[in-house]
Antibody
Framework: EVQLVESGGGLVQPGRSLKLSCLAS????????MNWIRQAPGKGLEWVAS????????YYADTVKGRFTISRDNAKNTLYLQMTSLRSEDTALYYC????????????WGQGVMVTVSS | DIVMTQTPSSQAVSAGEKVTMSCKSS????????????LAWYQQKPGQSPKLLIS???TRESGVPDRFIGSGSGTDFTLTISSVQAEDLAVYYC?????????FGAGTKLELK
């Protein structure tokens, strides 16, 4: 069974940093591209970043480019999102999601981890 | 960026009804080389993560009931639920994966009449 379990969220002050993790199991992690997608409270879905299976290709939404860094450790079956210079508008539930090849549709999602940016 | 517009934003339905919802993209999602539409549909129930229902505009995922039907091409897409069940009450999102940034519609919320 495919499982994606996010961790690392919490309350953080504006301008500070936070690092999210997503532990994958139930599939060969190194064969799949992975993503972070967020959902602000009561709002819709916003794709944040993608990374290919070997980390060769990385893409970001303009809203986080230069502030967030997506990475992965295939030996640890873990996806990361390093978030810096956090803003109140980054407050959201952050989902880790796997994408299929070809096609960036997201076939498995984690349960999400909440990030709240507030003073 | 490709803008995805979903209508209606909410819809009140009764069990057994046929439901249709629309998703329009600001540019074509049909890739000429493979004739595939880069459009997916997701279902999100309250307090849950989104669940993939349909990819490539009309390919139902394994385990998704056949009452969920995706159709359309180019810029106009439709998700039809042939006979709504109580467990289908949720928000439905379309997503384009034709180009980055991958973008979602704002969602259509199905509510009980």
């Amino acid at each position: 069974e495919v499982q994606l379990v996010e961790s690392g969220g919490g309350l953080v002050q504006p301008g500070r940093s936070l690092k999210l993790s997503c532990l994958a199991s139930g599939f060969t992690f190194s064969n799949y591209g992975m993503n972070w997608i967020r959902q602000a409270p009561g709002k819709g879905l916003e794709w944040v970043a993608s990374i290919s299976s070997s980390s060769s290709y990385i893409y970001y939404a303009d809203t986080v480019k230069g502030r967030f860094t997506i990475s992965r450790d295939n030996a640890k079956n873990t996806l990361y999102l390093q978030m810096t210079s956090l803003r109140s508008e980054d407050t959201a539930l952050y989902y880790c999601a796997r994408h299929q090849i070809p096609g960036f549709y997201f076939d498995y999602w984690g349960q999400g981890v909440m990030v709240t940016v507030s003073s | 960026d490709i803008v995805m517009t979903q209508t209606p934003s909410s819809q009140a339905v009764s069990a057994g009804e046929k439901v249709t919802m629309s998703c329009k993209s600001s540019q074509s999602l049909l890739y000429s080389e493979n004739k595939k539409n880069y459009l997916a549909w997701y279902q999100q129930k309250p307090g849950q993560s989104p669940k993939l229902l349909i990819s490539w505009a009309s390919t139902r995922e394994s385990g998704v009931p056949d009452r969920f039907i995706g159709s359309g091409s180019g810029t106009d897409f439709t998700l039809t639920i042939s006979s709504v069940q109580a467990e289908d009450l949720a928000v439905y999102y379309c997503e384009q994966y034709y180009d980055t940034p991958y973008t979602f519609g704002a969602g259509t919320k199905l509510e009980l009449k």
